[in-house]
């Protein structure tokens, strides 16, 4: 029983190199994603426009308008980025990754705070109430997310990134800590 069982995981590492990794041009792969994983002036950009977009659609409530945000979703490249780097084991790209991804957060949930400071809605909606209890299903779907978006990536699937941006997007739950705040 043994033998079939390690025969049966030969076939699958064979067809995993041939299909699905022997395609795959590593080099380009890592270097894109080091280039787009960083701070920049377009990834600011990006956090200030989705962050509020974000705390309008929480705040009157509107699910369509959070999803707006969520298809920008900013966050999702140095996250990528730091995936990347810790399974490479580069620690440059580590440290630029988690310091865009942190910056990029400080910047979202700074904005939200002023936006809900200047704004006539004080009241916790049903959106945001929502986003105030996690769950282990929310831990898998972002680890199932986490597998979707490298396969997306590797493979440049773009209409996979989209839903994998949707299932991880960090903005509404950001915006959240910045209405509570």
């Keep these: 029983m043994g033998g079939l069982t390690r025969s049966r995981g030969a076939v699958i590492a ?3 190199r041939s299909r699905a990794s022997g395609k795959v041009h590593h080099a380009a792969v890592v270097e894109r994603i080091a280039a787009e994983s960083g701070w920049s002036g377009s990834y600011l950009f990006a956090i200030l426009i989705s962050a509020g977009i974000a705390v309008r659609g929480l705040l009157l409530p509107s699910s369509a308008v959070i999803i707006g945000a969520m298809l920008i979703s ?7 980025g730091l995936g990347f780097g810790i399974a490479t084991f580069d ?4 440290r630029r990754a988690l310091s865009a ?3 990029g957060a400080l910047v979202a949930v700074g904005l939200c ?10 009241t916790v909606t049903s959106e945001i109430a929502v986003r105030t209890r996690p769950n282990l299903f929310d831990l898998l779907v972002a680890l199932l997310s986490a597998l979707a978006g490298s396969y997306a990536v590797i493979n440049e699937r773009s209409t996979t990134v989209v839903g994998v941006a949707i299932a991880t997007a960090l903005m509404p739950p950001l915006a959240v800590v910045g209405f509570g705040l």
């Design 14 to 16: 064979r067809w995993w």
């Design 113 to 122: 705070t002023l936006i809900v400071v200047a704004s006539p809605i004080q």
């Design 101 to 103: 991804l942190l910056l």
């Design 74 to 80: 900013p966050l999702m490249l140095p996250i990528i």
């Design 91 to 94: 620690l440059t790209e580590i």
